[in-house]
């Protein structure tokens, strides 16, 4: 089946150290987007790619990098200059075009030891 | 400002009544899209239903029906009849043009408990 993996589900992290988030998409979209979650708020928009070796900064894009190496991967990386990470952190992938909706992947939860 | 708005932040109701969940955008462009997804406890957002701002027809699926007035700037999502499946969280989105990429501003989300 066509979707988008994200993994691993749970993911704790200690202080000053980098963790990556992992996601697929087998859904053949050229554009992928990082976003993240804080109880009781909306989605906020970390980096997005709209083609492979290419992505840009979001909203949110301090202490996180990204790589798009494979139009298939899109891994997230959060750095130990990301000095409150807890979250819940929610993966996507659209075809680009702005009237087709974004499919995302089940999510991972970051949190603090 | 917020581009999407979503007022109510948690509603509750009991099974079989209806339950309408408000949403108020704000966008300068004539050509957009909104959207409306689904977050159930298992945290996937599921796609419900898309319009552009060109199609004003209001939508009914099953048990779900959509208003859009472009007059108020508003695309609410009514639940006819509501079960307990559809506790979840869910979301308004509106997709516009920035410099060549169709961003998506999110609403807060609101939160829907349907007891039994």
Same mark, same amino acid.
């Given at each position: 089946?066509?979707?988008?993996?994200?993994?691993?589900?749970?993911?704790?992290?200690?202080?000053?150290?980098?963790?990556?988030?992992?996601?697929?998409?087998?859904?053949?979209?050229?554009?992928?987007?990082?976003?993240?979650?804080?109880?009781?708020?909306?989605?906020?928009?970390?980096?997005?790619?709209?083609?492979?070796?290419?992505?840009?900064?979001?909203?949110?894009?301090?202490?996180?990098?990204?790589?798009?190496?494979?139009?298939?991967?899109?891994?997230?990386?959060?750095?130990?200059?990301?000095?409150?990470?807890?979250?819940?952190?929610?993966?996507?992938?659209?075809?680009?075009?702005?009237?087709?909706?974004?499919?995302?992947?089940?999510?991972?939860?970051?949190?603090?030891? | 400002?917020?581009?999407?708005?979503?007022? #109510?932040? =948690? /509603? @509750?109701?009991?099974?079989?009544?209806?339950?309408?969940?408000?949403?108020?955008?704000?966008?300068?462009?004539? !050509?957009?899209?909104?959207?409306?997804?689904?977050?159930?406890?298992?945290?996937?957002?599921?796609?419900?239903?898309?319009?552009?701002?060109?199609?004003? #027809?209001? =939508? /009914? @699926?099953?048990?779900?029906?959509?208003?859009?007035?472009?007059?108020?700037?508003?695309?609410?999502?009514?639940? !006819?009849?509501?079960?307990?499946?559809?506790?979840?969280?869910?979301?308004?989105?509106?997709?516009?043009?920035?410099?060549?990429?169709?961003?998506?501003?999110?609403?807060?989300?609101?939160?829907?408990?349907?007891?039994?």
């Amino acid at each position: 089946d066509g979707g988008i993996t994200q993994s691993p589900k749970y993911l704790f992290r200690k202080e000053g150290q980098n963790v990556t988030l992992s996601c697929e998409q087998n859904l053949n979209h050229d554009a992928m987007y990082w976003y993240r979650q804080d109880p009781g708020q909306g989605l906020r928009l970390i980096y997005y790619s709209q083609i492979v070796n290419d992505f840009q900064k979001g909203d949110i894009a301090e202490g996180y990098s990204v790589s798009r190496e494979k139009k298939e991967s899109f891994p997230l990386t959060v750095t130990s200059a990301q000095k409150n990470p807890t979250a819940f952190y929610l993966c996507a992938s659209s075809s680009g075009q702005g009237d087709q909706p974004q499919h995302f992947g089940d999510g991972t939860r970051l949190s603090i030891l | 400002a917020q581009k999407v708005t979503q007022a #109510q932040t =948690e /509603i @509750s109701v009991v099974e079989k009544e209806d339950v309408t969940l408000d949403c108020v955008y704000e966008t300068r462009d004539t !050509t957009y899209y909104l959207f409306w997804y689904k977050q159930p406890p298992s945290g996937e957002l599921v796609f419900l239903i898309r319009r552009n701002s060109f199609d004003e #027809q209001n =939508e /009914i @699926s099953g048990r779900y029906s959509w208003n859009f007035q472009k007059s108020t700037s508003s695309f609410n999502f009514t639940i !006819t009849a509501s079960q307990v499946v559809d506790s979840a969280v869910y979301f308004c989105a509106l997709s516009e043009a920035v410099h060549n990429f169709n961003k998506f501003y999110f609403g807060s989300g609101t939160k829907l408990n349907v007891k039994p």
